[in-house]
């Protein structure tokens, strides 16, 4: 009697997930030296706006060659180099241009810190919202497929997408302005984060410290989170108004990229549920809402995840439209600004802190997926 044996598949045991972040790490570091020599690049194409841009407001031969002498231009390209990595990890990145129409000649670094918490607000508010509209649209579309639900759902999707930010920003600022109809509460009267002339002082007539001060655009101390401010210091009413300030350029935000969410969400729903595994499920008897939450719904997280990482990093980038139609005071305003004025420091500083607000989004979201799929931690 012949004997017949098959091959044994050796199974690949998952790395542990802290080896595995290690590495992630390790790869980290070639990409993030790759942009620093591309914007090395950039901005020593152009000598002359470099040194403006670290002469600040003083603009004289004296200052000129200061800044020549500090940045070692006379010197070998490597030397140039060595000493903009060091200026880039310790935070000389130089000053804003005089032609800036608010707060010429700070430091670019001190204008990085008061700009990015306002982003960094609008960005947490509008991916609640996306994920609130965008996850379980995408899911409802996946189990009604092909019915009146998936069809609006889509079509809802669709138009979503295709609306232009500045119109929807407009359209909504037209509502909730001054003349618009809505309630007072719900008004927007002033650009930015708050009303600064209704929490602007206390009753000793000093300034809150969550407020801006006189030519010191967006600051918010001492977190300068406003949202998180205002309630430290229990302000009710002016979390409030920061509060309304920032839902309705959030709720543009997601107006515009639900869609996109949704989509990837029918699609990645729709694979899951036509595995083998899932009808296996079901022809066991399993109950079909069990196995959907059970089994389907964690696998079909996976490539949505990835994409709400990355879009995510790309809110903290600056929301740049959206930012200037309603007067935020972010990076996107920020980066804006700074490309009309020929600001080639500020322009590259945000281009360094956006690449490492992407590299970071990025591992953080290969770590969510490792978690979510072992399979992708296999050696």
């Not at 002498?69 to 000493?83: A, K, S, T």
């Not at 947490?124 to 996946?142: H, K, N």
């Not at 389907?296 to 990093?313: E, V």
Request: hydrophobic share 50%; charged share 15%.
């Amino acid at each position: 009697m012949l004997k017949y044996s098959l091959p044994l598949t050796k199974w690949r045991k998952p790395m542990k997930l802290y080896v595995y972040i290690i590495r992630r790490l390790i790869l980290l570091i070639p990409v993030i030296l790759g942009v620093t020599i591309i914007t090395f690049t950039l901005s020593h194409a152009d000598v002359g706006l470099l040194i403006a841009g670290y002469e600040g407001k003083t603009r004289s031969l004296a200052a000129r060659l200061i800044v020549i002498h500090e940045l070692h231009l006379n010197g070998p390209i490597y030397v140039q180099f060595l000493y903009y990595l060091t200026n880039l990890f310790t935070g000389n990145w130089g000053y804003l241009s005089p032609t800036e129409p608010v707060d010429a000649g700070t430091p670019v670094f001190t204008e990085f810190l008061r700009r990015f918490p306002p982003t960094a607000e609008l960005s947490i508010i509008a991916t609640i919202f996306v994920i609130a509209l965008g996850l379980p649209l995408g899911v409802l579309s996946a189990v009604k497929k092909d019915r009146g639900v998936d069809h609006a759902t889509r079509l809802v999707a669709m138009v979503g997408v295709s609306i232009p930010t500045f119109w929807i920003g407009l359209l909504i600022l037209i509502l909730v302005g001054p003349e618009g109809p809505f309630p007072h509460f719900l008004k927007v009267t002033t650009e930015g984060q708050i009303d600064f002339l209704k929490y602007g002082f206390t009753s000793s007539g000093g300034l809150q410290p969550w407020v801006a001060v006189s030519g010191a655009s967006g600051i918010s101390r001492p977190t300068g989170f406003m949202l998180v401010d205002t309630l430290l210091y229990g302000d009710v009413p002016a979390f409030l108004d920061a509060l309304k300030h920032v839902i309705w350029p959030a709720l543009v935000v997601a107006l515009t990229s639900f869609g996109v969410i949704t989509r990837f969400m029918r699609s990645s729903m729709l694979e899951t549920l036509n595995q083998d595994y899932i009808r296996t499920a079901k022809s066991k008897g399993l109950p079909e809402n069990f196995v959907f939450k059970k089994h389907a719904r964690r696998n079909a997280f996976g490539a949505t995840t990835t994409i709400m990482g990355l879009f995510f990093a790309g809110l903290l980038s600056g929301v740049t439209v959206t930012e200037y139609v309603f007067g935020w005071p972010g990076m996107g305003q920020w980066l804006y600004t700074a490309a009309a004025r020929a600001d080639l420091v500020s322009v590259m500083a945000t281009t360094f802190v956006f690449t490492i607000v992407i590299v970071i989004a990025n591992l953080i979201v290969d770590l969510i997926y490792s978690y979510l799929d072992p399979r992708v931690r296999l050696d």
